[in-house]
């Protein structure tokens, strides 16, 4: 199974591991690491490279992180170019974080990497454009069963 490391700015990793854990429970190979003001980044990469240590064995591992360019991006690409049995998504939501618990164990690094940045599961929705297309499909063609 492959491991994930979420990080974030402030508390937004631990506060992603209470919500995580709500919905699915602990899980194992999955840690979460804020980037807090007190830490230099050298301090945040550290600890972003010990915490892919713990997760990884050997079917590598997935960086979630919160900004695009952000330090734990930033940091996590550092780790990235020096592994390439890692991957980094930035961006990181809730529910990217839940899918990829529970996808990790049937598809490979890449592939979840993939299922996870290209829409099928994007949590971004403009839902006055998915209720129009609702409401297209409802009026094409549907009889009422009158």
Do not use: W
Not at 11 to 35: C, H, K, T, W, Y
């Amino acid at each position: 199974m492959l491991g994930i490391v979420v990080s974030g700015h402030i508390n937004f990793a631990s506060g992603m591991r209470s919500a995580v854990e709500a919905i699915v429970g602990q899980q194992p190979q999955l840690e979460f690491v804020d980037f807090l003001e007190t830490m230099t980044t050298e301090d945040l990469e550290a600890q972003l490279s010990a915490a892919k240590e713990r997760v990884n064995t050997g079917e590598g591992v997935l960086f979630l992180v919160d900004l695009y360019g952000g330090s734990p991006c930033n940091r996590a690409v550092n780790i990235l170019l020096q592994d390439p049995n890692v991957e980094v998504v930035a961006g990181t939501n809730l529910s990217m974080i839940v899918n990829a618990a529970l996808e990790r164990e049937d598809l490979s690094l890449r592939e979840v990497t993939d299922y996870l940045t290209n829409g099928e599961f994007s949590q971004i929705k403009d839902l006055r454009q998915d209720l129009a297309a609702l409401s297209q499909n409802n009026d094409d063609g549907e009889e009422d069963g009158l």
